[in-house]
């Protein structure tokens, strides 16, 4: 079984950085896309990030310029540098990837972590 655990949220003022990371473990498994999503309170979960196994990244129009996603392959991690944070930026973040394990391919989901923007 796969999982996915997240960490890096909290509070931070508007201006401010905060760094995410999300860590991929388990037995037998190989990591295709890896990414990140948020939901902010009565908003639907929307595509902040992805990043390939080669690569390759996108990012959100909103967070273009400030947002930067990596990855480390030997780590199974994915990472997320959030900066020049604004208010808007609050939401739940939820890393995800598509792992391929036993045969099957789907998307795993990190249980999620609270990034709140003061203003």
């Known amino acids: 079984q796969v999982q996915l655990v997240e960490s890096g949220g909290g509070l931070v003022q508007a201006g401010g950085s905060l760094r995410l990371s999300c860590g991929a473990s388990g037995s037998s498994f190989s990591i295709n896309a890896m990414g990140w999503y948020r939901q902010a309170p009565g908003n639907q979960r929307e595509l902040v990030s992805s990043i390939t196994s080669g690569g390759s990244t996108k990012y959100a129009d909103s967070v273009k310029g400030r947002f930067t996603i990596s990855r480390d392959n030997a780590k199974n991690t994915v990472y997320l540098q959030l900066n020049s944070l604004k208010p808007e930026d609050t939401a739940v973040y939820y890393c995800?990837?598509?792992?391929?394990?036993?045969?099957?391919?789907?998307?795993?989901w990190g249980q999620g972590t609270q990034v709140t923007v003061s203003s």
């Open positions: 995800y990837a598509l792992i391929s394990s036993s045969r099957v391919l789907r998307n795993y």
